[in-house]
T-cell receptor
């Protein structure tokens, strides 16, 4: 079965510093997709970044980049120059490769708090 | 961008009553909609997947008769919590995807249900 593991329940980071949120996954499939979502206190899920298993380059979206290490089955999110507005829950997720309906499996999440 | 709405954003109901939550894709036709449940400080757990015009596929452990899902059109899916109990109090989030868009799911803002 597919599984997403986030080992950091919470993190505190000083404003303007870079932060890395860890994510490892487990799948026996060769084709899969990995996501990161941000969930602020309002509850909405905000899509941040996507990495396909066959993508040769690490995905980047503005201040977000995904450090994809396929052999290690890790997909860490790097946020550069953190801002106070980055304080939120962050979920790593994987598209279930056996689901034709693009079902997504979520990790347990990391609560990121940015200190001014 | 694709927008998904949910109504109501929050609801309080008495134990034993039923409550309906609507999920609408506002500017696109969603071939598939997903319903998630999130308890405080926990991750999103997929409850069911629904395709327009067909019966929903429920995840293991989710009671079909308690959580009724209807996907009557390409822009509307509803989740009805029947005979609600306090343990059903949770944050319910829907998402929608479009066939052919391999990875994107568009999330609604969520509905907070409190059963008294």
């Amino acid at each position: 079965a597919q599984k997403i593991t986030q080992t950091q329940p919470g993190m505190f980071v000083q404003e303007k510093e870079a932060v890395t949120l860890d994510c490892t996954y487990d799948t026996s499939d060769q084709s899969y997709g990995l996501f990161w979502y941000k969930q602020p206190s309002s509850g909405e899920m905000i899509f941040l970044i996507y990495q396909g298993s066959y993508d040769e380059q690490n995905a980047t979206e503005g201040r977000y980049s995904l450090n994809f290490q396929k052999a290690r089955k890790s997909a860490n999110l790097v946020i550069s120059a953190s801002q106070l507005g980055d304080s939120a829950m962050y979920f790593c997720a994987m598209r279930d490769p056996y689901s034709s309906a693009s079902k997504i499996i979520f990790g347990s999440g990391t609560r990121l708090s940015i200190r001014p | 961008g694709a927008v998904v709405s949910q109504h109501p954003s929050w609801v309080i109901c008495k134990s034993g009553t039923s409550v309906k939550i609507e999920c609408r894709s506002l500017d696109f036709q969603a071939t598939t909609m997903f319903w998630y449940r999130q308890f405080p400080k926990q991750s999103l757990m997929l409850m069911a997947t629904s395709n327009e015009g067909s019966k929903a596929t429920y995840e293991q452990g989710v009671e079909k008769d308690k959580f009724l899902i209807n996907h009557a059109s390409l822009t509307l899916s509803t989740l009805t919590v029947t005979s609600a109990h306090p343990e059903d109090s949770s944050f319910y989030i829907c998402s929608a995807s479009v066939y052919g868009e391999a990875y994107e799911q568009y999330f609604g803002p969520g509905t907070r249900l409190t059963v008294t």
